[in-house]
Each structure stands twice: as C-alpha cells, then as structure tokens.
C-alpha cells in the first residue's frame, strides 16, 4: 500500500509543480480529444439527426451500422488507420502516422458513431407532433428541424460528451497510430492514456499516477454533466 | 417514465452479461486461484501451480517462449505465466515477489539485484547480439561500419532520425552505452523516444525512415513486414547476455529452481534453444551459453 500512496503523493506534486512533459501530455489528449469531437459533432449529428427522423428502405440497415459503430472495438480502428496511414498503405504518402492528425482520426471515428447513435435514438424519441405543430405554425423544414434539435438538445449534450469521454479514454488505437512518441523529454505524441501505459512498463508510478488522477477527474466531471442534464430533464417534465 | 427505468435497468443487465461473459473467455480471477494452489475449474489445470516468469520484449517477441513454455510444461508440472516486460521492470517484479523466475539480459543491472539479495541463483543461458538496423537510403552512410559507437555518431552528425525505446529495458540500457561510448549525448528534433517495446519500436522506425537499435531476434522475427535492414553488426560491444536468476521472495521457489536447472541442462540448451529460429530464419536466433560463465 505504501507504494500507492507514494505514488499518489508524489503525482499531486508533479501536477502542482506544473511538471512541463505531464503538461505537454495532458494539453495533447484534451487537443485531440476536443479536436475529434467536434469533427465527431459535425457528422454524427447529422447523420443522426436524419436517421432519427426519416424512416426509409434500408433505415434498419443503417440505424444497426450505426449502433455498431458505437462499439467498434478501438484497436480494430487504430488497426485500419494505421494500415491506411502506413507507407504502404493508401494514404501513406500524406505522411502523417505517428503525427497527432492521425490520432485524431482514430479518435473520431470512435467518437463519430457514439455521437451519432445517441443523437438518432434522442431525435428519435422527440414526438412527432412537435414536428407537425411547427410546420403548421408556419415553420420552414429548417426551422422545424431546428424545433426539433433543440427539443432533444438535452441528449444532444450527452452525445457530446459521450463521444468526449470515448475519445479521451482511448488507449489502443492511439497508440497504435500516434506511437507515444517523446523527444528529449518533451512529448510529440502521447496521450495521458498511452503515457500511462508506458509508464506503468517502465515502473515510474508517480507519473503514471498523475494522469490516472486526471482522467478520473475527468470521467467524475463527465458524469457529473450527464448526472445534471438528465435531472434537469427530469426536473422541467415534472413543472410541466 | 416506467419503460425509461426498465429500459435503463436493461442495459445495465446487457452490460453485466457481456463483462461476465468477458470474465468466462480470459480467465478473470484465474490467478488468485492459482495462487492458492488449486483451480477450482478445469481439470488440466487444477494440478497446476502457477509459476510467474517475467522476461523481456524481446524475448517474447521473438517467439522463443512459444516453443520454451510447453516444453517446459511438458516436463513440469507447472503452468507458466510469463510477463514481457524491459528488463528493469522484470527485475523490479523480482524485487517485490511478484515474479519467481526472470529471463532477462541487462548484465549491469542484474549485477545490482544480486548484489542487494534480491535473487538466489543467476546462471548464464544465451546470446544473441543487437544490430543497427535502418532504412536502406542509409542517410547517415553507416552501413558495414564495424564500430557501433562511431555509427551512433556519424547518425548524430548526420541528425538523421533515431527512434529510441527510452523503456528501462536490457536494449535500451546497451543503446546507453554504446551513445556513451560514442561520447554524444543524443539530443535534438532527430532523437525520438517511443517508450514501447522492441517490436513496435521497430515499426515506428521503419514507417518512419529511421534508424534504431534492436536485438537479433526481434528484428528477424518481424523482417517480412519491415523494410528496414542491418547496417552494422558483428561489433563485440553489440553482444546481447541472457541470465536466469531465480527470485528470492518468489512465491514459487521450487518452481523457480526447476526452470533454472532445466533451462541450463544440455538438452534445452542444445535441443530447444540451439535449433530455435533455423527452421523459420535460416539460423539460429539465440547461441546457448550455460557451460560458460556470465
């Protein structure tokens, strides 16, 4: 036990001490994390948003691609990336495996179908009549569609974060496609995820430690963010 | 709200199947009941005690495990468990207990364990030796040198780029040196760190067109799929030493003792080792040395 809490001691002290490679490490996941989401947002969400509001031939094909997707095992992603990227591969002459590029693609295409199949199954649940009471009032498609997203804003929010939280936690695929590169003791490409796993190899605990510490605060900040919008969803059905 | 509930309750019974399920594929708590002595489930195994060998990357990536653990388990009533790690965190699981046998080839290193009394018995096993290995453009123009100090320096000069594993393990302690050797301390844009081990390490150089040291039996192991070659070898300072040393605090000590004598006995070193790799490489990966002394 005493090792833990050595270890434990010693990572708030490289987190307050503003330790420059922790930084660089922590700074580098929230970038492609954040990154990655927001690419996630801009086609999950629509593709979500389509599928939750038109049935049409096919729709059971595509809604089951998508909740696929949202369990696609990540080193399966980090293995096609990779490939794609690799010199032999196709994209191998953009020359960007081992490069943050390439780990936020890995990172989207793990945080895209969780955005987008949370998205389908909110706008999914919206009433239909919503739709219909604002095409009655006057409302253009766009503006109906707008009625309808901010209904099931509240969902919205947890895909978001969902696919955040899906992102930032990814060990396999980013190591496989970012390489956890280092030089001279700044970082190129680790996250707090692959750092922790080398680290851990190597023995260095207390460092291991510190990103351990950041990512469950940030898990406690995720699921306190869903834990409030749901209860706050609760909340505004209960007044009405 | 109610079919909310249900729906909610649904999922997380789904997700406790599928974690249960999880745990019925891998094994999960396998260990504790190896450690107690007896499996509850599961008769081949329920006679056998576990025993924990904690050894290198490389030695596990290059296959040599898969032809050394059934043998060895063919002949002992054990089941091994082996963790590939770099060699100062195979010693470091030595230092705790948490390993009874270690295979590994850090000779500095392992020196300081024994001195401190953390293992019993340490025994030479075998050989191999590392090779520079890059790209075929050879930017830095050091193939067929015979020194592998100068190589690592005229790749400085050069600043050609030179992934480093930066791991603690037996590979990276003889890269160390050998830059000491040199007398360059590698710094700069060109020197990259990876932290990973020798098989991964490998890939990043060879996507990236960079040079890297590695033992002889990784890089074969892994040749089809690089296009990364042999540069300099042949250097005495590139002499790669393998020792068993058994575990003081291991929880397995009989175990322990019985893998080292049969690792060193002449028929392993001979039959098992001595012909492993020729089949597949054309020559043999490891050269065993017990008779002589480490």
């Given at each position: 036990m005493a090792v833990f809490w050595d270890a434990l001691k010693e990572a708030v002290s490289l987190l307050v001490r503003g330790d420059h490679y922790v930084y660089e490490v922590i700074w580098m996941s929230l970038r492609v994390a954040g990154v990655a989401t927001v690419l996630g947002v801009l086609v999950g969400v629509p593709v979500g948003a389509w599928l939750g509001l038109r049935k049409f031939r096919g729709w059971g094909v595509a809604a089951t691609f998508l909740n696929v997707g949202m369990m696609l095992p990540p080193v399966a992603v980090g293995l096609f990336v990779f490939l794609l990227l690799?010199?032999?591969?196709?994209?191998?002459?953009?020359?960007?495996?081992?490069?943050p590029a390439a780990m936020t693609v890995a990172e989207f295409l793990i945080a895209a179908p969780v955005i987008g199949a949370i998205t389908m199954s909110g706008v999914g649940s919206v009433p239909k009549e919503v739709r219909l009471q604002a095409l009655g009032l006057g409302a253009s498609r766009w503006q109906s569609l707008w009625v309808v997203l901010r209904e099931a804003r509240v969902t919205l929010l947890s895909a978001v974060v969902a696919g955040f939280g899906a992102a930032i936690s990814e060990v396999g695929a980013v190591m496989m496609v970012g390489g956890n590169l280092s030089s001279g003791g700044h970082n190129l490409t680790g996250t707090m995820t692959t750092a922790t796993m080398m680290l851990v190899r190597q023995g260095k605990y207390a460092e291991a430690m510190a990103f351990a510490l950041i990512l469950l605060f940030i898990a406690f900040l995720i699921t306190l963010a869903l834990t409030y919008l749901q209860r706050g969803v609760r909340r505004r059905w209960l007044q009405s | 709200m109610g079919w909310r509930m249900s729906r909610l309750f649904g999922c997380f019974a789904l997700a406790a199947l599928l974690v249960l399920a999880g745990c019925g594929l891998a094994g999960c708590g396998r260990e504790s009941g190896a450690r107690a002595?007896?499996?509850?489930?599961g008769k081949a195994a329920s006679s056998r005690t576990e025993l924990v060998l904690a050894s290198t990357t490389s030695t596990q990536d290059s296959g040599l495990f898969e032809v050394l653990i059934p043998a060895f388990e063919a002949a002992y009533p054990y089941r091994v468990k082996v963790i590939a790690a770099g060699s100062g965190e195979a010693l470091k699981l030595g230092e705790t207990g948490d390993a009874d046998v270690l295979l590994v080839h850090s000779p500095a290193a392992e020196e300081v364990f024994m001195q401190q009394g953390f293992g019993l018995e340490r025994r030479a096993v075998m050989h191999n030796d590392f090779v520079l290995v890059g790209p075929i453009s050879d930017p830095a123009g050091?193939?067929?040198?015979?020194d592998a100090a100068a190589a690592l320096a005229a790749i400085a000069r050069a600043e050609a780029p030179f992934f480093s594993r930066?791991?603690?393990s037996g590979t990276y302690a003889r890269e160390l040196s050998l830059w000491e050797t040199a007398g360059v301390?590698?710094?700069?844009?060109?020197y990259k760190s990876t932290g990973q081990g020798m098989g991964e390490t490998l890939t990043i150089a060879d996507q990236s067109g960079g040079y890297t040291l590695s033992d002889r039996a990784t890089y074969l192991s892994k040749k089809a799929s690089?296009?990364?070659?042999?540069?300099?070898?042949?250097?005495?300072?590139?002499l790669n030493q393998y020792h068993v040393i058994t575990v003081k605090?291991?929880?397995n000590l009989e175990g322990a003792r019985a893998f080292l004598n049969w690792i060193v006995s002449p028929q392993v070193q001979n039959g098992v080792i001595a012909t492993f790799g020729v089949e597949k490489f054309?020559?043999?990966?490891f050269v065993p040395n017990a008779g002589q002394s480490g």
């Open positions: 690799s010199r032999q591969g196709v994209f191998g002459s953009l020359n960007l495996l081992y490069t | 002595g007896s499996l509850p489930a050091v193939k067929d040198m015979k930066a791991d603690q301390v590698p710094q700069g844009d060109w690089l296009s990364l070659e042999v540069l300099v070898q042949g250097d005495k300072a590139l605090k291991a929880r054309g020559e043999p990966l």
